[in-house]
């Protein structure tokens, strides 16, 4: 064989090799991508029940009555003699209120109940009217008891599904109870 043929041969190889990995190195980076925006997208949930159904995805965003039902349920918690709090729900501080006001009702004892009648939300400050029933044996009373609650949002979790917590519930001044009546 010539020297010429056998440099003609390797050099066609050469380009076959080329154009080879050229076409390998583009369908890569396709089934990259694709495999990238396939990761990316939203899984389908599905229901299972008498009937299977989709399932929405949820948002990191909270919603007025999401925000409003947890309202509801962590004054409950907070609040209320016999209810069982929830890890998660209030802070560090809050838990210590919880834990001396409770502590200074059974010295004396008493037992307290609230009944939540509106939350206004605005931003990360929480208007709430509700009503607080103390008992003392027998002898119960009824009060009017309005709140200011800050709120903080968290990762949802097993334990607080609605990623809220409560870092502070204060009363609010007599003055601004008294305007917005």
Known sequence: MKFTYAWADVSSQNVTLKITVLCLSICVIVLG?????????NPIVIERACYSKALSQSTAERSATEIDAFIKEAILQRFNSDAKVTPGFFSTEEEAARNQEQKEFASRSMSQKVIVNSVKVTGNQVSVDTDRLISVGQIRSAFSFPLVVTIATEARSETNPYGLSILKISQPKTEEANAKK
């Open 33 to 41: 991508i694709t495999a990238t925006k396939l990761a990316l997208k």
